[in-house]
Nanobody, 123 residues
Framework: VQLQASGGGLVQAGASLRLSCVAS????????MGWFRQAPGKEREFVAT????????DYADSVKGRFTISRDNAKDTLYLQMNSLKPEDTAVYYC?????????????????WGQGTLVTVSS
């Protein structure tokens, strides 16, 4: 396993969660990274991405202003701070490392994927 996601859970609407994704066996310090999610019966969708040096970030409109992506390259760890959670945020969240250093929303530019962590938001 090269990417290990954690931090998911069951919360009520309006609560916060922080997801983490730790890289092992190799480093992704020169790669942009991202979070995607997949709700039951739906396609996996882009959530957020961050460039290799944290200068650039990009978010899906549905999470902009509520979620914050960050990374600590010294710890080979990616984060997703999720605030003001809504029931429609319920999904399995996946972290991923892309083939590039710049931010990217495109799923097929991501080469390495974590196993996913489940976030359930109740109303």
């Amino acid at each position: 396993v090269q990417l290990q996601a954690s931090g998911g859970g069951l919360v009520q609407a309006g609560a916060s969660l922080r997801l983490s994704c730790v890289a092992s066996k190799r480093t992704f310090r020169n790669n942009s990274m991202g979070w995607f999610r997949q709700a039951p019966g739906k396609e996996r969708e882009f959530v957020a991405t961050i460039g290799w040096n944290s200068i650039s970030t990009d978010y899906a409109d549905s999470v902009k202003g509520r979620f914050t992506i960050s990374r600590d390259n010294a710890k080979d760890t990616l984060y997703l701070q999720m605030n003001s959670l809504k029931p429609e945020d319920t999904a399995v969240y996946y972290c991923a490392a892309s083939l590039y250093s710049a931010t990217t929303r495109t799923r097929n530019t991501y080469r390495y994927w974590g196993q996913g962590t489940l976030v359930t938001v109740s109303s």
